[in-house]
């Protein structure tokens, strides 16, 4: 089972356009979210990150957004640049563990024309 | 170096081979965690360490898969009588801490794993 979705494998944004990239997750115990970008031959970097008491953080040019009742969450890129371009992780950290351990989504990859 | 070295960077066996993947974690760092990337998927946890303690084996898909930190500081990832279904990338990260939440988790480039 799929606990957290990325239901969009890609994604194609213009330069300086938003991207918007989608999460959504099923199970209850998760409470913290993070965004890793992954360019190829190379290990996820991390991007940003939310705690389940928050709705929204912001970090330049990118923002995440939570909705708990939902389940979902999105990551907010604006403007979009062309070296945004690559794999994008969702992950979720479990309240039940001590030590980060983290479930990932599929990825999305994001291609910014300039 | 400064950051989480793994080698080989690809390696290549024939099914029945047993391999052993290595990790070099940036010096200090406490936590080191295996991850196994199928193609097209997100990392799947496989083991967390402390140290050389190895304090969660949940996400090893089987008896085949061992995975050591005698020293606290490098650690082998072995798979025994490999199958196909083990091709994957398989991803090392390093923390300074030991945190519930990790922020500060830095992953190796990986070791390619091709079972034909």
């Known amino acids: 089972d799929q606990q957290v979705k990325q239901n969009s494998p890609s994604l194609s944004v213009q330069e300086g356009r938003i991207s918007i990239l989608n999460c959504d997750y099923t199970n209850s115990m998760f409470d913290y979210f993070l965004w890793y970008k992954k360019y190829p031959a190379e290990g996820p970097t991390f991007l940003i990150s939310?705690?389940?008491?928050?709705d929204k953080n912001e970090d330049g040019r990118f923002t995440v957004f939570l909705n708990k009742s939902a389940k979902h969450l999105s990551l907010h890129i604006v403007p979009s640049q062309p070296g945004d371009s690559a794999v994008y992780f969702c992950a979720a950290s479990d309240g039940g563990t001590s030590y980060g351990k983290l479930t990932f989504g599929q990825g999305t990859i994001l291609t910014v024309h300039p | 170096g400064a950051g989480v070295s793994q080698s080989p960077r690809y390696k290549v066996a024939k099914r029945g081979q047993d391999v052993a993947l290595r990790c070099d974690p940036i010096?200090?760092?406490?936590?080191l965690f295996w991850y196994q990337q199928a193609l097209g998927q997100g990392p799947e946890f496989l083991t967390y360490?402390?140290?050389?303690?190895?304090?969660?084996k949940s996400g090893l898909p089987s008896d085949r898969f061992f995975a050591e930190r005698p020293e606290g500081s490098v650690s082998t990832l072995k798979i025994q009588r490999t199958q196909q279904e083990d091709s994957a990338v398989y991803l090392c990260a390093s923390s300074l801490i030991q945190a519930r939440i990790n922020t500060e988790a830095f992953f190796g480039q990986g070791t390619r794993l091709t079972v034909v």
């Open positions: 010096s200090g760092h406490v936590s």
């Open positions: 939310i705690s389940s008491i928050k």
């Open positions: 360490f402390q140290n050389e303690a190895q304090l969660d």
